[in-house]
């Protein structure tokens, strides 16, 4: 149990909070400011990254993932300094993934070739859509136009591109997604995350929505022939679903993402990070102080997280279930029954066999597509009493 992680990996997310502008729909933690200390900012980071050396010496670094926020506004020369850290401290994996998020705009575009050389090797685009009307709505900043020319310039630096589209957005046809996908697929390099339009709490969607607008949302019988139409073009393009809302080529899944599926451990580094770390044999839950100054002072004094949270073996096998039905690939009910200390239900799996939501063999348990389109339902079922 002491190094249960390793078989989901290990990996280092760092978040930059800072946004252009702040889209309607997010709900991320991201911040608009018009005055950013670059320097301190990088210092910090290499601070934080000190500090969860100290704690995971001797460890295999898989993957690590520049989220936000917009991490694109990040100076190449901070990429640079924070990778150069890190290889300072951890052994690389051989085939080590290094991720960043990006916006599509024309000024983020010229730091590619920046962010390149500082070793990332994928980039994951913003695009959300491929119709201007749709990105103005959207609260987007780029146009089409400035999308596809970003997409080009990032296909020349790196080998691995992948971007995001919404669906079941206002005043959306299925014959309107069905051609936007196709001309998605067209671009693609070896990975899509194509998500579903959620109102969050909180969002000026959200105020908008409880104040009766966002007029044109698609019926629930919509979006699940919307979802039915993704899974179909993306299975005859080559790029089947492998994770709920992420389709990729064969051997071009998201590396950093499956550490988080598969339950893996990782170090969350920016303000609002969450983390899993296994340490001397306890698994704790962390999360950094969320707003950029509360964190950003505390990293002088080594105080970015909030109290840990040990994970307690049966939330562990919870979360492991939960994250692992995500994937096609599902779980391993042995490792499952180790976390959780007794077996998985199995008149509640034949149960869900039977109804063609899941399948099962002696080693693993996975969620069918029609379990995956009713993923909470199934989870639900299969978690003890």
């Not at 206002?170 to 995350?193: C, F, K, P, Y």
């Not at 770390?277 to 707003?291: I, N, Q």
């Not at 996975?366 to 909470?376: C, F, I, K, Q, S």
Request: charged content about 20%; some cysteine.
């Amino acid at each position: 149990m002491t190094e249960e992680w390793r078989q989901g990996g290990f990996g280092l997310y760092l978040h930059w909070p800072f946004c252009a502008a702040k889209c309607p729909y997010c709900d991320f933690n991201s911040h608009v400011s018009q005055q950013i200390d670059q320097a301190a900012w990088r210092n910090a980071y290499l601070r934080e990254i000190d500090r969860y050396a100290e704690l995971t010496q001797g460890r295999v670094l898989n993957s690590v993932f520049f989220g936000g926020g917009t991490p694109s506004l990040m100076p190449a020369e901070t990429v640079h300094a924070i990778l150069d850290r890190v290889r300072d401290h951890w052994t690389l994996a051989n085939d080590l993934e290094i991720t960043l998020e990006a916006n599509p705009g024309s000024v983020e575009a010229q730091r590619f070739a920046g962010y390149a050389d500082a070793g990332v090797d994928r980039v994951s685009m913003g695009i959300q859509a491929l119709n201007d009307t749709d990105l103005r709505r959207l609260g987007r900043i780029h146009t089409v136009n400035e999308a596809r020319a970003a997409f080009d310039i990032a296909r020349a630096q790196f080998e691995r591109v992948s971007f995001d589209l919404i669906y079941a957005r206002q005043d959306q046809t299925l014959a309107d997604w069905r051609a936007e996908l196709s001309e998605a697929l067209g671009m693609a390099v070896d990975h899509l995350s194509l998500y579903q339009l959620t109102i969050e709490p909180g969002t000026a969607f959200g105020a908008r929505f409880d104040a009766g607008g966002l007029k044109g949302l698609p019926a629930d019988d919509l979006a699940v022939d919307m979802y039915e139409a993704t899974q179909e073009l993306c299975d005859a393009a080559g790029m089947p679903a492998y994770e709920v809302s992420n389709h990729a080529a064969k051997g071009a899944e998201s590396r950093h993402n499956l550490i988080y599926w598969r339950h893996g451990d990782y170090i969350g580094i920016g303000p609002g990070a969450h983390g899993r770390l296994t340490l001397s044999g306890t698994r704790w839950a962390t999360e950094a102080y969320a707003h950029p100054d509360a964190w950003l002072p505390r990293s002088d004094m080594g105080r970015t997280e909030k109290p840990r949270v040990a994970i307690s073996a049966k939330d562990q096998a919870g979360e492991y279930l939960m994250m692992g039905l995500r994937i096609s690939s599902g779980i391993d009910l042995q490792r499952y029954a180790n976390l959780a200390g007794a077996p998985l239900n199995p008149i509640k799996i034949r149960d869900l066999q039977e109804m063609g939501m899941v399948t099962a063999t002696n080693h693993s348990l996975a969620a069918t597509p029609a379990g995956r389109m009713v993923l909470n339902a199934v989870i639900t079922q299969l978690l003890p009493d």
